[in-house]
């Protein structure tokens, strides 16, 4: 069922279900208060269209904020003498993407899963520098770097896909 971008809808960040409030306000802007996403609007309240291109524009800086954040966290656990650029895209079926020319991708939509998830996400790409294939080898040194990541990556499975 498509989202109408009203009171009252949930909406997932950082693993978390978060209730939608839409009020009026003098500026438009989205924040986390009191347990609830927070959408102040200069338009109707109920202006889907603009709802959610609000909504949407706070995802994507969150995402920039929380993925910079965790990538920095989860690079400390490689030697690597290069660090691969981030870069944000939107991906239809993956989470994460590795590219040969040392960029990681990450789809913004994985700012609605856990931090836990993301930080696997990282990882499963960080691994690629080492292995450019899902071999034998990878999963071992995956496994040595994120020792639970069959669950994670089932979770992330499971609530998203």
Known sequence: MPKEYVSGEAFLYLG???????????????KIEKGRIRIET???????????ALLESW?????????NERYKLMIKNFN???VPTLAIRQMEKRWGSFLVKKKILL?????????????YVITHELCHMKYQNHSEKY??????????????KEKLELRFL
């Open 139 to 152: 999963f071992r040194f995956l496994q040595s770097k994120c020792p639970n990541w069959k669950d994670l």
């Open 107 to 119: 789809n913004p939509e994985l700012v609605k899963a856990s931090k836990e998830c993301i930080d």
């Open 42 to 52: 200069t338009k109707k309240l109920d202006d889907a269209s603009h709802n959610r």
């Open 16 to 30: 978390r279900q978060y209730k939608l409030v839409v009020c009026k306000a003098a500026t438009d802007s989205v």
């Open 80 to 82: 690597y003498d290069f």
């Open 59 to 67: 995802y994507q800086s969150r995402a920039e904020s929380v993925f």
